[in-house]
């Protein structure tokens, strides 16, 4: 049986952090699904549509690496898609406070579905999609934060 | 002189770590008041009334368990209704971070009063109303996460 | 039945955070035993006597309020003296993450007896037994950070 | 060359922490600027000419504090003032953690600004803003949480 | 070419929490390997071969999961092992911290051996081997802290 | 008056994060002494002479670095050498929490020292000495921990 994983997120936009991550889980999985949620209540942005774009072009050489969008809960989009795990990246104990509750939960609610987490390289950790919007916003310097596919 | 102890919070919804944390705390005080708070400025999935059904529901066999709504600040509330404590559930860290801040002022503002803390046992630490009202949306389970009687 | 409460700690030497946490619980306790855990391969800086001694002369006004010495698992004292709650403070999260683990499997152990924690005071956070050692061995005002009955 | 510090935030309303912060590294640095940072976007309880004000009155007898407004990135505005330092004050572990986000991304960004932390009065460490905000809401006593100089 | 995971410890002893672990990581690595580290300045309770023998009993009926010591480096043991993945346990946010430096570290020398981590189960997180020391040390009942193949 | 800070440590070695701080901090402080402590109930791996050397190595073209060793409480080795300013790095919460207790110790039994941090850079943050020295004994590669400086 194939192992699939699911990475999940807003990607709002994707950071050098997450596609750190992604590429050295790569070898882990057969197949990841980079999966953006839609929130209809979340306001974003960047439209889906080109939040999906950039991290299509940021993996294209990658043959296991898939691109989605989904919406709802995450372990059901785990079980339509034969996903049994959830792959997340862990910066700073926040992160894992925030991590440990959903993961828990989904846990009780799904014991087939296991989250699986990697730690952000130390040099990426400071890396957050919110940092991202205020610096982009306020004009500054985004070379280090992004990767080069994504646009701005 | 009687020990009375006030539960504070939203309870949008209550859920089984709350329970958890009146009933073993419900021997150690003459009266607990589950108290929701009521905050015009901040809006809540359930209405007042359901939540406040809902928890006498859960607690009708126990005779020192009352449930009332209120507005304003705890510490004034609780002067109001001659409660010297303020009952609280510590789940992680993060929790404590939050609390300690709000407890520390308390006790700045009013050294009368104190805010007496209980362990959210391990298997109900990773259940938030938050997470609840997540799972609710999505049409997940909730039948490990929320006491039979709240009725969703 | 009455309200017994451990306080169990090493108190080498007691602070002015301990004396704190104790003066503010005792209206919510009809007892509170200042329990000094004997740990036979833990060395101390202070003998068990002269910890004693301080802290009897601390609580002497305290008719609610007695001191001693006990060794082995503090759930098991808790049994021995019909204590169900163990008192404790809390200072940082840190500590919390340490009182957790511990009351956590306290209460896997035994579900009758609750930890019961109150927030050090702001003032006294930083303040350590370990810290005042420090500060003892380098011949350093103690001042702030010991009550004056301890005469070191 | 002079070293200038900024120091950034909204200050709705300033707090007796902040102006501990200010005051103790008054001899740090040759000037320090309070900046209050404006935000289109983000609304705030209290006019920016009010905490200006506010600020201005509390260090009127400082000659190195000036107080001034702002828009865009800390680390442009630092650029545009010639300050080589951003001051901040760090009360909790939530807060180191958000503050070490921004700051080690503005040093990603701009090598030649450092964030220097002083720590906050343990007496004054549950004090925030947001706090402040809530307890007047709700009429509150505030007098140990603002100057004087804050007349709400 | 085969996923193998270097499951690392003292395992003084292996407690209900590594086992779950292990157990739910098996059907994601091709092989687990238990790996006693051995370290001749750190005393341990019991002995190396006891150790080994109750890990082997646990899971004498998985065919993908071995037992073995080491001692060094556990990244050089990775490499001699052929193994580029370590697997790690989460509890609490204290545990993040600690692994996130060491996981750091490893990556900083070895780029091709990633950490790889799941979350303890809530109802395992407060359990910890120094805790079931402490309470086997004082004749406490451990049958909810550790396999039934630890045998004390 | 001249601004002296003093930068205590065990530098047992010192890390390629110490140095980072105080070439940072360097241009902040009229004078910087890197301040070894020497504890004789704490045992090092490498002797006071040599970790003095090394760090003199280091900063042997930083005019207002200089290298000592102390005993005794920081807080008057500072007031010995006339230091209104210990200064610190931060890499991560449980750092925080631990030098926040100092600190505020410190400056309960004197105000007139403060303790100033920088942050650790993102890329050096899991960097410690009691890593190093772990690498360092099991004959791993120390040249991204260590500064060239540092032989060992």
Not at 104 to 132: D, G, H, R
Request: aromatic share 10%.
């Amino acid at each position: 049986m194939s192992k699939i994983a699911i990475f999940p997120g807003s990607f709002d936009p994707i950071t050098l952090g997450h596609v750190s991550i992604v590429k050295r889980a790569a070898s882990l999985f057969d197949k990841i699904i980079v999966a953006i949620g839609v929130n209809s209540t979340k306001s974003s942005m960047f439209s889906v549509e080109q939040r999906k774009e950039w991290i299509e072009n940021i993996f294209k050489d990658y043959e296991n690496i898939e691109v989605e969008t989904y919406t709802g809960l995450t372990i059901n989009y785990c079980k339509k898609k034969g996903a049994k795990y959830i792959l997340r990246g862990l910066r700073t104990s926040a992160d894992f406070e925030f991590e440990r509750g959903i993961g828990q939960v989904n846990f009780m609610m799904e014991k087939e579905i296991e989250t699986v987490f990697l730690l952000t390289e130390a040099k990426y950790s400071p890396i957050s999609s919110s940092i991202v919007r205020d610096v982009y916003k306020n004009g500054g310097d985004l070379s280090k934060l992004i990767p080069a596919e994504v646009i701005l």
